[in-house]
């Protein structure tokens, strides 16, 4: 019987684990698995890579909140060689915000964690990179707030969960935020499968919110973001040298879980077609086509497409132009198009020009 020495690991050389110097950040491997921010380095942008309009409108995961002003979520790039940390990274989210004037008006980058369970009753450090990419001066302030969601009767959401600010130079510098994540004992979830655990990044506060963002007060600003990531514990500004941001396909993949789409713009015969579906017609009775998913979606998403109109094409080439389709798309697919009373013969074909079609089932 061989026996195994477990008192001692050694590399493959033979030689004893490294020692950190004191106060250095050392590698977590469990660091990665308790990373609930899905985004975090800002490398997916299936919607947009630029939008005034409010929430979830460019980056994947990340909403763009805001209540009057301008307020503009937007992709930007590094330049190549710069590093953060250990990672040489490719994109970065910037928010600006202008024309906010009344206490009333806020903005504020924001994930929402799903599942208010997430972390609860538990310390953690939300960490990151920033910098004030334009205005004279201005901060930005982290805050944590739990959500029960909604349907029957929820519990009400706890906000202001260790408000803080964060001082931005304009240069990249790290930053650690811990919040103590209350306990949901005797709380009451709502029915619609949508409570959540927000962390939210605020760039501008009126005074009606100060409790909430630690009195940021009312900013022109701009706000750049990188390497947002989530350690259970409490954790310094250092141990951002610990982040690695997942693989690109992994991270497609959860923000697929809330958000798919296709781009079915182009006719067959255009050159560079894409996103065709392929169709079955039931003569004067019915059209109907399937889309499979790229990855199971968190529940039944909602199914839009940016036209009201698509073509319906029979493979002999004969077509029409249909509108009204009906939608639908369960949690794992596929997406079902149907529209009634088309004027096609039987036969089978494919439908395009719809436009864009999306799948959301963002929380």
């Keep these: 019987m061989s026996t195994l020495a477990v008192n001692t690991i050694t590399d493959v050389a033979g030689s004893l684990p490294p020692v950190f110097p004191a106060g250095s950040a050392q590698l977590n491997p469990l660091a990665d698995r308790e990373d609930k921010i899905i985004n975090g380095n800002f490398g997916v942008w299936q919607r947009a890579t630029t939008s005034t309009a409010s929430g979830y409108v460019a980056a994947d995961r990340w909403q763009n909140g805001f209540i009057g002003g301008t307020v503009t979520q937007a992709r930007q790039a590094f330049p190549l060689g710069d590093a953060l940390g250990a990672t040489q990274p490719t994109y970065f989210l910037r928010q600006t915000v202008s024309g906010q004037s009344l206490a009333s008006q806020i903005a504020y980058t924001v994930q929402n964690i799903e599942g208010v369970r997430s972390y609860a009753g538990q310390t953690i450090t939300v960490l990151g990179w920033a910098r004030r990419s334009s205005g004279v001066t201005g901060n930005m302030a982290v805050e944590g707030a739990q959500n029960f969601g909604t349907g029957g009767s929820p519990s009400a959401a706890v906000t202001g969960i260790n408000p803080t600010t964060v001082t931005l130079g304009t240069t990249w510098a790290p930053f650690a935020v811990v919040l103590n994540i209350p306990s949901i004992t005797g709380k009451t979830l709502g029915s619609n499968n949508n409570d959540i655990l927000q962390v939210n990044f605020w760039t501008s506060a009126g005074s009606d919110f100060n409790a909430r963002t630690s009195s940021l007060g009312l900013q022109t600003i701009g706000v750049d973001l990188w390497g947002i990531h989530i350690r ?108 009634n009373n088309n004027a096609l013969p039987a036969g089978f074909g494919w439908i395009d020009t719809i436009g864009i079609l999306r799948a959301d089932a963002e929380i």
Excluded at 246 to 254: K, M, N, S, V
Excluded at 283 to 289: F, M, P
Excluded at 314 to 335: E, K, M, Q, W
Aim: charged content about 10%.
């Design 232 to 339: 259970q514990g409490t954790w310094t500004a250092a141990a951002t040298a610990d982040y690695r941001p997942r693989d690109p396909g992994t991270e497609l993949a959860l923000c697929q879980r809330y958000y798919q789409q296709w781009d079915l713009t182009a006719n067959v015969g255009a050159t560079g077609a894409t996103g065709l579906v392929a169709a079955k017609f039931s003569g004067t009775d019915s059209l109907i086509a399937s889309l499979p998913l790229r990855a199971a979606m968190r529940a039944t998403a909602i199914v839009t497409t940016s036209t009201s109109t698509a073509r319906a094409v029979l493979n002999s080439g004969a077509g029409i132009t249909v509108t009204t389709f009906t939608y639908t798309c369960p949690v794992t697919g596929p997406i079902t198009l149907l529209y």
